[in-house]
């Protein structure tokens, strides 16, 4: 005769809806020991506080009391409340359920955390090789042009000294054809020139101090260069009246604001 199967074997081959009553019939059994255990709480607190109406004598004694009882019971283990395997069985199946709900809630959270860092690094050696190609660019072709320079630098700055020079001569000549054509088409006023004896008179008393109008021009110049931010100079005597007019007319010089005796050369930028 075959032994009969026992209560664990029962409880596995049970159906879902055993499970469930398993489950109920647990959890009825915990809350009636938890009711029990919170009624003894509950008698306990009451008779504190009615410790706590009685006479002092009566009081300390009953602290003595208490005080040895709580000793006693912080040298006692603790124990469950309940030793039913089949109580055990379903708590700790409820348990494992709800933990195994969220391990697999983290798993999943993991997992997407996961699947993001992957991208993330995936793109980061993306721009990492990008860089080191353009990288490895510039520092060949930083080596060919130091290569090129060592060769070349000497024959760079001759060229350039060479430039330099034909700049300053094409400067040069520039200067003297504009000096000689300032002085060919206006010259100073010729007291001995024609003209009635009033003029001559007149032109040669200007003449003792008069600058030409290359001198005027080079004046302006130099103090537009020297000093930009006052490039006005004053007119006297020696700059002769309708020489500094043609320049104001012409638009190549303009008088100060505030002062018709200063003029400078006119922004031509």
């Known amino acids: 005769m075959s032994p009969a199967p026992s209560k664990q074997t029962e409880m596995e081959q049970s159906s879902p809806s055993s499970d469930d009553a398993g489950c109920m019939a647990a959890k009825a059994v915990?809350?009636?020991?938890?009711?029990?255990?919170?009624?003894?709480?509950?008698?306990?607190?009451?008779?504190?506080?009615l410790a706590d109406t009685e006479a002092d004598d009566e009081a300390v004694n009953r602290l003595i009391a208490i005080t040895s009882e709580l000793e006693q019971w912080q040298e006692m283990e603790p124990k469950l409340l309940t030793t039913n395997p089949e109580v055990l069985v379903a708590v700790g199946k409820e348990e494992l359920q709800r933990l195994n709900c969220q391990l697999k809630m983290v798993?999943?959270?993991?997992?997407?955390?996961?699947?993001a860092q992957?991208?993330?690094?995936?793109?980061?050696q993306t721009w990492q090789a990008e860089k080191k190609e353009a990288l490895n660019a510039v520092s060949e072709k930083i080596t060919r042009l130091r290569h090129e320079n060592e060769k070349s630098?000497?024959?760079?700055?001759?060229?350039?000294?060479?430039?330099?020079?034909?700049?300053?001569?094409?400067?040069?000549?520039?200067?003297?054809?504009?000096?000689?054509m300032l002085a060919e088409h206006f010259p100073l006023p010729d007291p001995l020139g024609n003209g009635t004896k009033k003029k001559r008179a007149a032109a040669y008393d200007a003449?003792?101090?008069?600058?030409?109008?290359?001198?005027?021009?080079?004046?302006?110049?130099?103090?537009?260069?020297?000093?930009?931010?006052?490039?006005?100079?004053?007119?006297?005597?020696?700059f002769w009246p309708p020489y500094t007019e043609m320049l104001l007319r012409n638009a190549i010089a303009i008088r100060h604001?505030?002062?018709?005796?200063?003029?400078?050369?006119?922004?031509?930028?």
Do not use: W
């Not at 798993?107 to 699947?115: I, P, R, V, W």
């Not at 992957?118 to 980061?124: G, T």
């Not at 008069?210 to 005597?237: F, M």
């Open 107 to 115: 798993l999943s959270y993991s997992q997407a955390k996961l699947d």
């Open 207 to 238: 003449e003792i101090n008069l600058i030409s109008l290359s001198e005027i021009i080079e004046r302006l110049t130099n103090k537009t260069l020297e000093t930009p931010h006052d490039p006005y100079v004053t007119t006297d005597d020696t």
């Open 118 to 124: 992957k991208k993330i690094l995936k793109r980061e």
């Open 30 to 49: 915990l809350l009636e020991d938890c009711e029990q255990q919170f009624g003894l709480l509950q008698k306990l607190q009451n008779e504190i506080i």
């Open 257 to 269: 604001p505030e002062d018709c005796n200063k003029i400078r050369l006119e922004m031509f930028f």
């Open 153 to 180: 630098e000497h024959s760079i700055l001759q060229d350039m000294k060479r430039k330099i020079n034909n700049l300053k001569d094409y400067h040069s000549s520039l200067m003297e054809m504009l000096s000689d």
